[in-house]
């Protein structure tokens, strides 16, 4: 008995070992191709000049000028214009009908 709970757990220890290493490997972090190498660096390199704004990241001024001009032509084209926020949810407002009584008296 005590011979088959030990074949049984040396058979589950590959696969518990397969997890670990899969879940550990980007821990690593040291990529063994030169060209992952690069790509964690530039991105690495981009989270550093990111500042969280929503501007884009080593753009230059016209770019950042063409992109507002194509934002403005396009919150025009969808019923936005100066002082309208299309980025949020339209408030609907419904009146209530005016209903006529009901006249249930009978003569």
């Given at each position: 008995?005590?011979s088959?709970?030990?074949?049984?757990?040396?058979?589950?220890?590959?696969?518990?070992?397969?997890?670990?290493?899969?879940?550990?490997?980007?821990?690593?972090?040291?990529?063994?191709?030169?060209?992952?190498?690069?790509?964690?660096?530039?991105?690495?390199?981009?989270?550093?000049?990111?500042?969280?704004?929503?501007t884009?990241?080593?753009?230059?001024?016209?770019?950042?000028?063409?992109?507002?001009?194509?934002?403005?032509?396009?919150?025009?084209?969808?019923?936005?214009?100066?002082?309208?926020?299309?980025?949020?949810?339209?408030?609907?407002?419904?009146?209530?009908?005016?209903?006529?009584?009901?006249?249930?008296?009978?003569?």
């Amino acid at each position: 008995m005590l011979s088959s709970r030990l074949a049984t757990g040396l058979k589950e220890v590959p696969k518990v070992l397969k997890r670990n290493v899969g879940i550990l490997a980007p821990a690593l972090q040291k990529a063994s191709d030169p060209i992952q190498q690069l790509f964690i660096d530039k991105i690495r390199e981009y989270r550093s000049k990111n500042t969280g704004s929503k501007t884009l990241v080593d753009a230059a001024p016209e770019t950042i000028r063409e992109l507002q001009s194509e934002l403005e032509k396009a919150a025009n084209q969808a019923g936005g214009g100066g002082g309208v926020d299309l980025t949020e949810f339209p408030r609907f407002k419904f009146d209530e009908p005016k209903v006529d009584p009901i006249n249930l008296q009978t003569k």
